[in-house]
T-cell receptor, first 117, second 112 residues
Framework: NAGVTQTPKFQVLKTGQSMTLQCAQD?????MSWYRQDPGMGLRLIHY???????DQGEVPNGYNVSRSTTEDFPLRLLSAAPSQTSVYFC????????????????FGAGTRLSVL | TQLLEQSPQFLSIQEGENLTVYCNSS?????LQWYRQEPGEGPVLLVT?????EVKKLKRLTFQFGDARKDSSLHITAAQPGDTGLYLC????????????FGTGTRLQVTL
């Protein structure tokens, strides 16, 4: 039972390089989200998706792109890495919340630790 | 803009002590969750509260949702070293259940 799998676990980039953080889930969850975690700021939402083919921006979307071609995968692309993007990135998935029945409970991957020099 | 503020930011206590962590907002939430995160791992859900005034207990942890659904608290009785971690509250604003807003986090260290 893999749950949410993120790769790579660690990555060092030079300013201006691009890369893709991978996220896959095997729980058939409709919702998937990307967060970044910085000291003293909790988790901030970058982008999220409520289903294949549907994505939307979160609180801090600048510098990141996403796509959702399948239910299982939700990659996060850094187009031109900047030192400000040094962070720990978490992917999460959840079942669609249903009012009065089910809330948006997030299942998280183990994270990708990214350093941009 | 951080919708959810947690206090305290850091807490270092000895085994056996009690503590309370607060999660406050000016926004109304349809539901509020508490997660715990250990080093090198992603957050894991502890509890969800959905009704104003609701109290839930999980062994030595007691969670309360404010009557106006704008705040919550987590109380730990007789803390143990295994309670060490980062505690995060997260809320779904009414009408935007697809997005969770996370609090700033409270880092708890319990020593022997």
């Amino acid at each position: 039972n893999a749950g949410v799998t993120q790769t790579p676990k660690f990555q060092v980039l030079k300013t201006g390089q691009s890369m893709t953080l991978q996220c896959a889930q095997d729980m058939n969850h409709e919702y998937m989200s990307w967060y970044r975690q910085d000291p003293g700021m909790g988790l901030r939402l970058i982008h999220y998706s409520v289903g294949a083919g549907i994505t939307d921006q979160g609180e801090v979307p600048n510098g990141y792109n996403v796509s959702r071609s399948t239910t299982e995968d939700f990659p996060l692309r850094l187009l031109s890495a900047a030192p400000s993007q040094t962070s720990v990135y978490f992917c999460a998935s959840s079942l669609r919340p249903v009012s009065g029945i089910r809330t948006n409970i997030q299942y998280f991957g183990a994270g990708t630790r990214l350093s941009v020099l | 803009t951080q919708l959810l503020e947690q206090s305290p930011q850091f807490l270092s206590i000895q085994e056996g002590e009690n503590l309370t962590v607060y999660c406050n907002s000016s926004s109304v939430f349809s539901s509020l969750q508490w997660y715990r995160q250990e080093p090198g791992e992603g957050p894991v859900l502890l509890v969800t509260v959905v009704t104003g005034g609701e109290v839930k207990k999980l062994k030595r942890l007691t969670f309360q949702f404010g009557d106006a659904r704008k705040d919550s608290s987590l109380h730990i009785t007789a803390a143990q070293p295994g309670d060490t971690g980062l505690y995060l509250c997260a809320g779904a604003v009414s009408g935007t259940a697809s997005k969770l807003t996370f609090g700033t986090g409270t880092r708890l260290q319990v020593t022997l």
